[in-house]
């Protein structure tokens, strides 16, 4: 079962396919509180090769917003 506002581990490859078939190779990742949390920029390739963290929470945006999960 889905987590309310988590972002299952399960998806995260997922997610970073249809980012990538839509043309959308680099993110943008809104945490759950931005007041709290700085918006951070993600490259696709290192979370693909697990060499960043996947974030847990929040939302996962294209850098010119047009797609987001």
């Known amino acids: 079962m889905p ?15 249809a980012f990538r078939s839509g043309g959308r190779g680099e993110l943008i990742h809104v945490p759950e509180f931005p007041g709290v949390d700085p918006v951070q920029w993600l490259g696709g390739a290192g979370l693909r090769k697990r060499e960043e963290a996947f974030p ?4 996962l945006s294209a ?3 047009s797609f987001f999960a």
């Open 3 to 17: 987590g309310e506002g988590r972002i299952e581990p399960l998806l995260q490859m997922e997610f970073l396919s």
């Open 56 to 59: 847990n929470r929040g939302t």
């Open 63 to 65: 850098l010119d917003e």
